[in-house]
């Protein structure tokens, strides 16, 4: 049960970067079409994508750290989850 918690929260806190930078720009980009009636699907595309670019770029050691640190503690953890 601890490994299965503590992978959800790995998870969490890998994607909570990103989907909040999405969904950050996606509101931005949504109040603007609201305010000047362009109804594109399209537009909020690439900002988004530029976003979650540099959120990758900025936040990605982090991230790749997060993941080895908690894989290097599930690697040393074997023989106490053995038994």
Known sequence: MQVGNSAMWIAILLAAPILLTALAIGVVIGMVQAATQIQ????????????????????????????????????????????
Request: aromatic share 10%.
């Open 40 to 83: 594109e699907m399209t537009l909020s595309f690439i900002p988004k994508l530029l976003g979650v670019i540099g959120v990758l770029v900025v936040a990605g050691p982090w991230m790749l750290g997060l993941v080895l640190d908690w894989f290097r503690e599930l690697i040393l953890d074997i023989p106490i989850l053995l038994g």
